[in-house]
């Protein structure tokens, strides 16, 4: 006899949620129990799983978004919701998540403001840059160049290790990132695997092969970390921030660029040069496309390349 599935209310539910996201660091999990807490549990505790539909969740947003709250709150809103909603699926409670896709309707992706607020530095200043790094900053310049041929954020990149490289696949596997808590998941709260260039692979392994950094070689063991500081440890934020802020000075680019812009600057040439958005978000681990091509529209190639029309002539029925 088939025992059947488990059907909590979502009350219930947030619990063991909750429970399962402690390994994230402790911002993110303060900032999902305050979103429940304070927004959804008291209008759909009660509601069972199976019983929650898109209305149920279309209904929460649009009251929040009429209580005046900003749109960046009811995003987050939204966004915690269709958190716990995806790991009920994984866990099979669940066939599909009722608040995926909910935001569209409601215009919550990314605003234009926001998307004109990225600052990413055109392929002349991200040369500037890193000739700027190479000069000022020299032991940091590996750093801020992986980061521009990866995407990877800043903590995600001092947290790598020499064995998150695969060189026959060419690849990255982004598992863990560091910030003030220490070593913890990445931002979206599990890895993902990044592509890397044939030439940009083979730079990065031979790295994985000398990366014994200055001061190590006193120590019984070589670090794990391919970006340690003096003591085998990862580098800083705060070291790697002020390498930034001296190598953006000696190439004399504007003071708005920050660590993050090398992301930014990944992205936007990338999706300038034609690459598909959806491999964008793929490489860039965003929880959706839309979050994708709301930030970075305005560098979407506008026109197809040459030819693209001409593919729809060559089937049979032309008049």
Same mark, same amino acid.
């Given at each position: 006899?088939?025992?059947?599935?488990?059907?909590?209310?979502?009350?219930?539910?947030?619990?063991?949620?909750?429970?399962?996201?402690?390994?994230?660091?402790?911002?993110?999990?303060?900032?999902?129990?305050?979103?429940?807490?304070?927004?959804?549990l008291?209008?759909?505790?009660?509601?069972?799983?199976?019983?929650?539909?898109?209305?149920?969740?279309?209904?929460?947003? +649009?009251?929040?978004?009429? +209580?005046?709250?900003?749109?960046?709150?009811?995003?987050?809103?939204?966004? !915690?919701?269709?958190?716990?909603?995806?790991?009920?699926?994984?866990?099979?409670?669940?066939?599909?998540?009722?608040?995926?896709?909910?935001g569209?309707?409601?215009h919550?992706?990314?605003?234009?403001?926001?998307?004109?607020?990225?600052k990413?530095?055109?392929?002349?200043?991200?040369?500037?840059?890193?000739?700027?790094?190479?000069?000022? !900053?020299?032991?940091?310049?590996?750093?801020?160049?992986?980061?521009?041929?990866?995407?990877?954020?800043?903590g995600?990149?001092?947290?790598?290790q020499?064995?998150?490289?695969?060189?026959?696949?060419?690849?990255?596997?982004?598992?863990?990132?560091?910030?003030?808590?220490?070593?913890?998941t990445?931002?979206?709260?599990?890895?993902r695997?990044?592509d890397?260039?044939? !030439?940009?692979?083979?730079?990065?392994?031979?790295?994985?092969?000398?990366?014994?950094?200055?001061?190590?070689?006193?120590?019984?063991?070589?670090?794990p970390?391919?970006?340690?500081?003096?003591?085998?440890?990862?580098?800083p934020?705060?070291? &790697?921030?002020?390498?930034?802020?001296?190598?953006?000075?000696?190439?004399?680019?504007? &003071?708005?660029?920050?660590?993050?812009?090398?992301?930014?600057?990944y992205?936007?040439?990338?999706?300038?040069e034609?690459?598909?958005?959806?491999?964008?978000?793929?490489?860039?681990?965003?929880?959706?496309?839309?979050?994708?091509?709301?930030?970075?529209?305005?560098?979407?190639?506008?026109?197809?390349?040459?030819?693209a029309?001409?593919?729809?002539?060559?089937?049979?029925? +032309?008049?």
């Open positions: 006899m088939t025992r059947p599935r488990p059907n909590p209310t979502l009350a219930a539910y947030s619990k063991h949620w909750l429970a399962l996201c402690a390994p994230l660091k402790p911002g993110t999990v303060e900032e999902y129990e305050s979103k429940l807490r304070r927004h959804i008291p209008t759909l505790g009660r509601v069972h799983l199976r019983d929650l539909t898109r209305g149920h969740v279309k209904s929460l947003l +649009a009251q929040k978004l009429g +209580a005046r709250l900003s749109r960046d709150t009811v995003r987050l809103i939204h966004a !915690t919701l269709r958190a716990m909603l995806a790991a009920a699926v994984d866990d099979e409670l669940l066939e599909s998540n009722p608040a995926a896709g909910v569209r309707s409601l919550l992706g990314v605003t234009k403001d926001r998307s004109e607020s990225i990413a530095m055109d392929r002349g200043q991200l040369a500037a840059f890193l000739a700027g790094a190479l000069t000022a !900053t020299p032991a940091y310049h590996p750093l801020f160049w992986l980061m521009s041929r990866t995407g990877v954020r800043l995600e990149a001092l947290a790598l020499s064995g998150d490289f695969d060189g026959e696949r060419h690849q990255l596997r982004v598992e863990r990132a560091l910030s003030r808590d220490g070593v913890t990445p931002k979206s709260g599990h890895g695997t990044v890397l260039a044939e !030439t940009a692979a083979r730079i990065v392994d031979g790295w994985a092969g000398v990366r014994a950094a200055v001061g190590l070689e006193q120590k019984e063991q070589e670090s970390w391919l970006f340690p500081g003096t003591d085998g440890q990862p580098i934020h705060g070291a &790697a921030q002020a390498a930034f802020r001296r190598a953006r000075g000696h190439a004399g680019l504007p &003071a708005h660029f920050t660590p993050h812009s090398l992301r930014h600057t992205a936007s040439i990338l999706l300038a034609g690459v598909s958005p959806a491999y964008v978000q793929q490489q860039l681990g965003h929880s959706s496309i839309e979050l994708t091509v709301g930030s970075y529209g305005r560098w979407l190639r506008k026109k197809p390349p040459e030819g029309l001409d593919s729809l002539e060559q089937g049979e029925g +032309a008049p």
